[in-house]
């Protein structure tokens, strides 16, 4: 299993694998980290204008350079 990156808020991420069946995003999509709630999910405005947020050891993401 692998373990995702410590994300922060101003992150740009890029989608490895989602579990959401109804997200058009796909694996490659590129977005901001714009907030992290109390549960931990990771909230990102991707590009593509959707808003899909990131659940720890169910999705997974890797972090771009900056």
């Not at 990771?42 to 990131?54: K, M, P, R, S």
């Amino acid at each position: 299993m692998t373990r995702n990156p410590v994300t922060v808020p101003g992150d740009r991420v890029e989608l490895v694998q989602s579990t959401d069946t109804w997200t058009r995003l796909r694996a490659g999509a590129q977005g901001v980290v714009t907030l992290i709630d109390d549960l931990g999910t990771i909230h990102v405005t991707w590009d593509d204008g959707h808003q899909l947020g990131l659940v720890p050891n169910i999705d997974h993401w890797r972090i771009l350079p900056r």
